[in-house]
């Protein structure tokens, strides 16, 4: 007689989740802030001062926009790839001891891990930046990373979530994302998922198809299964 280990169908219990795609900065790990510590510093060492204002619009971007936008917003005289380097560069500075996680996002990994969901970290960030995150939020919780240097189009177009979804083998209409800007939401949206935003600096309004929580405490894998119908 032989046993056998039972293994979770992720598309059982009345639902058709096939996978859950997690964005990082402020969705996972409450980094937010620490970018724009990073950007005000480095733009008073060049001599401008950053409004609070213009934080709303550069979180959740890629490096590209949020820094061209600043450099514009500021007039300051530095190249995009030389400032692109520098916040990276300072930032990474910043985390290597660590990250603090958002509330929820330890027990929503473990229980995605738990029932064997697929599950994928998609940021605009770039890969140098993830693979020190990915030390608090333990790699083992992802079947695939995608990094926002690694593609052609980052957020807010399609581009990663449906690299991620084709990467994972699933449907992206049967693949649930959590996301904390409009830009990452955006992205989703574009791609087919649902979509559960938490938002982080900026409000996102709610919209069809579009789930708006405050916390991630309030997401777990049985709220994720309801987003998608059989």
């Known amino acids: 007689m032989t046993s056998t280990i039972p293994t979770v169908d992720t598309r059982s219990e009345a639902s058709a989740l096939q996978a859950v795609l997690l964005d990082m900065d402020g969705t996972l790990v ?6 724009w510590e990073v ?16 934080r709303e619009v550069v979180v959740g971007g890629p490096m590209s926009r949020s820094a061209s936008f600043l450099i514009k917003a500021t007039g300051a005289r530095i190249a995009l790839a030389e400032l692109s380097v520098l916040l990276n560069s ?14 929820g996002a330890r027990r929503l990994l473990a229980e995605l891990a738990a029932h064997s969901v697929p599950t994928a970290l998609v940021s605009a960030s770039h890969r140098e930046i993830i693979d020190r995150v990915l030390h608090s939020l333990g790699p083992e919780h992802f079947t695939l990373t995608v990094a926002g240097d690694e593609m052609a189009r980052t957020k807010p177009h399609p581009d990663p979530y449906l690299l991620a979804a084709a990467r994972l083998g699933v449907d992206p209409a049967r693949c649930a994302v959590v996301e904390d800007t409009l830009t990452g939401v955006t992205a989703a949206e574009a791609a087919g998922c649902r ?24 997401v777990d894998l049985s709220f994720l299964r309801g987003l998608i119908k059989v």
Do not use: K, N
């Open 30 to 35: 409450d980094t937010e802030g620490f970018w």
């Open 39 to 54: 950007e005000v510093a480095v733009f008073a060492e060049l001599g401008h001062q950053l409004l609070e204002e213009w």
């Open 90 to 103: 300072r930032f990474s500075e910043m985390i290597v001891r660590g990250v603090p996680l958002m509330p």
């Open 195 to 218: 979509v559960v935003a938490v938002p982080s600096v900026a409000p996102i309004p709610p919209a069809a198809g579009r789930t708006v929580v405050r916390s991630l405490e309030e």
